[in-house]
């Protein structure tokens, strides 16, 4: 049986799905995914169990918690050497091991067939960037990536940014959510306001002011963690429903349930590598998506009312657009878009691009 290793920085394995929990869910059709969390903070040690077929599950523990430590330069390598030296006492042979996290350079000194997957611009974009944070962050990932076999981003932008370090380096977009046909049902038009859901990490971070309109406005299903100060802002508001992180089955009844979803981003802070996931989870339903006009979907051309892009003040008036234009027709050109862009075409395409390159 094949086996893979894939790293994480931030991610833990039972939260919204991420790019790297759809890698995972494809790989483990070839084989074994030992899918390796952020640390939790206690006596330093490894967990490893099974979470689902094909699928182990790695949590360590650390005496640091993982927002302080892999912004520590040497407190990080330390906990990359004892890492991986506990994973290496695992005795397994990994065929390829995939790292997300731009910090982990230390893993070349451990396994020679390495791919960094960089789906988002990691220098700059968290809540607490000084300088010299920034500066160590540039620094590991200049380093992790010019040792890597190989590089695979997402948008053009961090390609031009890695390509000068590692000449194999390649963009494979984002996939999209394989969802059983008989699990997604067209919701037509029968409500006068329609009924909207946002799946995303509801922070400060958001556009506050333009949630606060949509939220005046329509009901509004959040999907996902959620800070306490939002649910605050929207507590004596009955359209603001926050149903906490769901997945599968409960997902796709809420995202079924509802008539447009939306994406909304900060424009003063967005993620120049940013190419948003939920996107295509959307579309994977045959929803009708208004999404904030990303740099990097500028230029992808989904067809006629597909998908609605927008700025923040014209984002009430696009939503009202595209719960006006939806019938049946489009909702199916969603769900075919989708499937040219599955998950389980991105993961080939990455393998076919590491073997064609590697032996």
Excluded at 202 to 209: A, H, N, S
Excluded at 330 to 351: A, G
Aim: aromatic share 12%; glycine share 4%; hydrophobic share 40%.
């Amino acid at each position: 049986m094949i086996n893979y290793l894939l790293c994480t920085a931030v991610t833990i394995w039972d939260e919204p799905i991420r790019s790297r929990h759809q890698v995972a869910n494809e790989l483990k059709k070839k084989g074994i995914v030992y899918f390796v969390e952020r640390n939790r903070v206690g006596k330093p040690r490894i967990e490893v169990r099974k979470v689902e077929d094909n699928v182990i599950l790695i949590s360590p523990y650390f005496f640091i918690d993982y927002r302080i430590r892999y912004r520590t330069p040497l407190l990080n390598e330390i906990y990359y050497n004892w890492l991986l030296t506990k994973i290496r006492g695992l005795n397994i042979d990994f065929e390829i091991v995939f790292t997300y996290d731009h910090t982990s350079h230390l893993i070349n000194n451990f396994y020679n067939n390495v791919v960094y997957y960089c789906s988002d611009d990691h220098i700059g974009n968290g809540n607490f960037n000084p300088f010299f944070v920034n500066a160590y962050h540039r620094k590991t990932e200049h380093l992790l990536a010019a040792k890597v076999k190989m590089c695979i981003v997402t948008v053009a932008y961090l390609y031009n940014k890695l390509i000068q370090v590692n000449k194999n380096t390649h963009i494979v977009p984002l996939g999209t959510t394989t969802v059983e046909e008989a699990l997604v049902k067209f919701k037509p038009n029968n409500n006068p306001v329609p009924t909207l859901a946002l799946v995303a990490y509801i922070d400060k971070r958001m556009p506050l002011k333009l949630l606060d309109d949509i939220v005046n406005n329509f009901s509004l299903v959040f999907i996902g963690p959620s800070k306490n100060e939002i649910r605050k802002r929207y507590l004596n508001n009955t359209n603001a429903k926050f149903v906490g992180v769901k997945n599968g089955k409960e997902l796709f009844e809420i995202i079924n349930g509802v008539d447009i979803c939306i994406a909304p981003y900060n424009e003063k802070k967005i993620n120049k590598g940013l190419t948003p996931s939920k996107l295509w989870l959307y579309l994977s339903f045959g929803k009708p998506v208004v999404i904030t006009n990303l740099k990097n979907i500028q230029n992808l051309d989904f067809g006629d009312k597909i998908i609605y892009k927008c700025n923040d003040d014209d984002f009430v008036e696009r939503i009202w657009e595209a719960y006006n234009d939806n019938n049946i027709e489009l909702f199916k050109k969603r769900i075919k878009l989708s499937k040219t862009n599955s998950w389980e075409k991105r993961i080939d395409q990455i393998l076919r691009l590491y073997y064609s390159d590697y032996v």
